[in-house]
């Protein structure tokens, strides 16, 4: 069945680089995702990776895809206490947006 | 700015209560997800349509919960009755095909039974 898998939790310092990791499933996944969630509010798409790709930059965003293991992280370069929040891996399983457990990522000044 | 509109943002129902939650997708957009967010964990599916056909509703706990999306564009999701575990996050969101392309998620309702 699918199962996306998160860290749950980072905590890292204003200024340095966050990673989060994710494992999903379905090998056959054409586009895998990063969401952001803010406490109480909906899921804003951050970036996403089509298949075909090892790695996509996007400003301070920098996603690494490892097809052969499955494996799926984000990068934030320089970050902001604002960028503490929950983050989502995603991919599409068997025609269904299937998502992780969450990371929290904690941002200490 | 198109956005996926979902109203109400808070319900508090007691138990053994009907609830119906609305969701208005952005315009254009064939699939419609409802999706259910317990507190500390990762949305779950509960149902997908695809214009006003139901794709998928294998997580959808069919003996309370019913959704509907009649004329292919708005959508309502009720539950009847209503139990304490239902209290969670109902997330709606909205794509333009059923895969592979960004799904525009609503605000969100959050369900409180007592």
């Known amino acids: 069945g699918e199962d996306v898998e998160q860290s749950l939790f980072l905590s890292v310092r204003e200024g340095d680089s966050s990673v989060i990791n994710c494992t999903y499933t379905?090998?056959?996944?054409?586009?895998l995702y990063w969401y952001k969630q803010e406490p109480g509010a909906g899921l804003q798409l951050l970036t996403y990776i089509f298949s075909n790709m090892d790695m996509k930059q996007d400003q301070r965003l920098t996603v690494l895809l490892n097809k052969k293991d499955k494996h799926l992280s984000l990068r934030i370069a320089d970050t902001q206490t604002g960028d503490s929040s929950f983050y989502y891996c995603?991919?599409?399983?068997?025609?269904?947006?299937?998502f992780g457990q969450g990371t929290t990522l904690q941002v200490k000044p | 700015e198109a956005e996926v509109a979902q109203s109400p943002r808070y319900k508090i129902t007691e138990k053994s209560q009907a609830v119906a939650f609305w969701c208005d997708p952005i315009s254009g957009h064939a699939t419609l997800y409802w999706y259910r967010q317990i507190l500390g964990q990762g949305p779950e599916l509960l149902v997908q349509f695809q214009d006003e056909s139901v794709v998928d509703d294998s997580q959808l706990p069919k003996d309370r919960f019913s959704a509907e999306r009649l004329k292919g564009v708005d959508s309502t999701l009720k539950i009847q009755p209503a139990e304490l575990g239902d209290s969670a996050m109902y997330l709606c969101?909205?794509?333009?095909?059923?895969?592979?392309?960004?799904?525009?998620f609503g605000q969100g309702t959050r369900l409180t039974v007592v």
């Open positions: 969101a909205s794509s333009l095909e059923t895969a592979n392309t960004e799904a525009f």
């Open positions: 379905d090998s056959s996944s054409t586009y």
């Open positions: 995603a991919e599409i399983y068997t025609g269904k947006l299937i």
